[in-house]
Each structure stands twice: as C-alpha cells, then as structure tokens.
C-alpha cells in the first residue's frame, strides 16, 4: 500500500495563477482533510470530506476550493493564488466514520506564490 | 472557537535529559492525539487518549490525559537523537474535526 500520496511536491506560482493539488489514499478511508502548516502556525485544518462526494470547510477555507469525486481522492484548488498561499499543503485521511480516529499524513506538496 | 496551547514552542536538550511537553485546551475534549514530525516529514500519528486521567507508554515515551480532559502531556526518558522533531497535541471536542496545537519543537545535542 502506498498510503496516502501527493502531488506536486514542489510548485512555485506567480500571483493569479490557479492550480490543483491532488491527494489520493488507497486504504479505503471515509474522511480526507487538507492542513497548511505554517512556521510556529502548526496545522490549520483548509477544507475536509466525510465521504465522497461531501466536503465542508475548516479553520481558514478561504481561496481554496475542493472536491471529492471519488472516495479515494481529494482535490485542492486554488484559483487565484496570492502569496499569502505560500505554504507547505499536507492532505491526511482517517478510517471508519469519526473524526476522532487517527489520521494518515501525505508527504506534503512546498508552495511558493510570487 | 476551540483553541488548542502547546508548551515549550521549543527546547533544547542533551541527550541522556528528560522532556516533557504539555498541552492545554479550552474547551473538554473527547479525546486527544499526539503526533510527530521529523525534520522535512510529515506527521506521524503517535497515540490516542480518550479516558480521563489515562496514561499510556510507549517505551521511553508516557502520554497522560487529565482528569477534567483539558490538558494532556508527553514526557521523553533518557533523550536520544532519534527523537528530534516536533512534537503536536490535536485535540477534539464534541462533534468537531481535530485542533492541533503550534507544537513543540526538540532539538537534541549528542
């Protein structure tokens, strides 16, 4: 098993560009989430999904957009990047229905907005 | 909103010293989660608490979950290399998704 894989892992845009990162897990898990971490930030949960086809916003959804058309993956749009969206970008899934099971972490996708 | 503390934001240990890093909450939690972090990593699930005053070991390391859920903390024995990373508390409460904290970095000097 792969666990749970991203891509890119590295992307630099200029200010206004758009471009999706994608998340993908193979383990069959329900729930999907994307984090940014951010230096002495920790990880603010962006957007998470319940089961395909649902998603709902986190902490800061702002600038983002997300869609969960097949249960093992989960998209992270951002369609007009600012450098405040400069950041490291984590998806994280976790198995059966509840939001307090543990999560698996991607490796992270490193976005540099100019 | 339900805000999770982490301290030490950082420390820096010899190896062979204990740590210990301790997490405060705002509201009572159902339970918490630990995680790490290498260097360039992504986080790693450590452990789970959800009973009130529960302690778990896992070799040098013992997790404490306290009595009115609030807090929690993660003590390291006898420091080694192998630990350096940072070390996050995520908490939930009623029905929400996890809250980490800003985590606590470690740094070990051999």
């Known amino acids: 098993n792969a666990g749970v894989t991203q891509t890119p892992k590295f992307r630099v845009l200029k200010t206004g560009q758009s471009m999706t990162l994608l998340c993908a897990q193979d383990?069959?898990?329900?729930?999907m989430y994307w984090y940014r971490q951010d230096p002495g930030m920790g990880l603010r949960l962006i957007h998470y999904?319940?089961?395909?086809?649902?998603?709902a916003k986190g902490e800061v959804p702002d600038g983002y957009n997300v869609s969960r058309l097949k249960k093992q993956n989960f998209l992270l749009g951002l369609e007009s990047a600012a450098p405040s969206q400069t950041s490291v970008y984590f998806c994280?899934?976790?198995?059966?229905?509840?939001?307090?099971?543990?999560?698996?972490f991607g490796p992270g996708t490193r976005l540099t907005v100019t | 909103g339900q805000q999770v503390m982490q301290i030490p934001q950082y420390q820096h240990v010899q190896e062979g010293e204990d740590f210990t890093t301790y997490c405060n909450s705002s509201?009572?939690?159902?339970?918490i989660q630990w995680y790490k972090q290498r260097p360039g990593g992504h986080p790693v699930f450590l452990i789970q608490?959800?009973?009130?005053?529960e302690v778990k070991k896992q070799k040098r390391l013992t997790f404490q979950f306290g009595e009115a859920k609030k807090n929690s903390s993660l003590h390291i024995t006898a420091t080694q290399t192998t630990d350096v990373g940072t070390y996050f508390c995520?908490?939930?409460?009623?029905?929400?998704?996890?809250?980490f904290g800003k985590g606590t970095m470690l740094l070990v000097s051999p």
């Open positions: 995520a908490g939930v409460s009623g029905y929400s998704t996890l809250t």
């Open positions: 383990m069959n898990h329900e729930y």
């Open positions: 608490l959800v009973k009130s005053g």
């Open positions: 999904s319940v089961g395909e086809g649902t998603t």
């Open positions: 509201t009572t939690l159902s339970n």
């Open positions: 994280a899934s976790s198995p059966d229905s509840d939001v307090s099971y543990e999560q698996y």
